[in-house]
């Protein structure tokens, strides 16, 4: 008799906080987690496109900048993964310059105008054709007419475009941060846990009540 007593009180006392009130508990914070989880996302694309705005400008130190803030920004949020970041821009206007540098280191060798000769042939070439340095269709033209000229070979090794790698950067999100977004999530989960916990309980006492009551 005792027993039934203290597993009817158990059931009592589990039964004073409703399910449907934890439920909208969990909806409460469930969208509050969503809503800082967007936040976060949001503060990655604004200092993703403050990367991009910088990637424009031929202004190193303020580019260092903001690839700096974002990353920051990303390895302390969680949801805030920017892909992979490429610096299109930037990597353009070295090429330029690493082409130029090119041109004027090959003028200065005894075969100088082995890079005018195949850039006559091979720039009409490009210029209809959409191609554009880097292109490598461009630089394959340039080699292959360099082969054709005598001398040119002596001047083909180094012309090719900068390689693409240091140019792209990729940052990682953390799984889980300590920030609003990371201790509502903790929030709504313990919720989740409590009311799936209470049903579980509550499910166990009544089976145990009804067995009893058999006996």
């Not at 700096?68 to 920017?82: C, E, G, K, T």
């Not at 005598?150 to 240091?166: D, I, Y």
Request: net charge positive; hydrophobic share 40%; with cysteine.
């Amino acid at each position: 008799m005792t027993d039934k007593r203290n597993v009817r009180f158990k059931i009592r006392r589990l039964e004073q906080v409703k399910t449907w009130q934890l439920l909208i508990l969990f909806v409460m914070f469930a969208f509050i987690t969503a809503t800082f989880l967007r936040l976060n996302n949001v503060g990655m694309v604004e200092r993703r496109e403050a990367v991009y705005a910088a990637d424009k400008t031929d202004d190193s130190v303020g580019l260092a900048s903001r690839l700096y803030d974002l990353q920051r920004f990303v390895s302390a949020h969680m949801n805030a993964d920017p892909g992979r970041v490429a610096l299109v821009k930037t990597y353009e206007r070295d090429n330029e310059r690493h082409k130029k540098a090119y041109q004027e280191s090959s003028n200065s060798t005894a075969n100088g105008d082995a890079f005018q000769k195949a850039e006559a042939v091979c720039g009409p070439i490009a210029r209809s054709n959409g191609w554009r340095w880097p292109d490598m269709r461009y630089t394959n033209c340039i080699n292959q007419e360099l082969e054709k000229i005598p001398g040119g070979q002596a001047v083909m090794s180094e012309f090719k475009p900068l390689p693409v790698e240091p140019y792209y950067h990729t940052f990682t999100s953390p799984l889980w941060s300590p920030d609003f977004a990371g201790w509502s999530l903790i929030i709504t989960a313990v919720i989740g846990l409590i009311i799936i916990g209470r049903l579980v309980v509550l499910a166990i006492l009544r089976f145990i009540l009804r067995r009893r009551k058999r006996f």
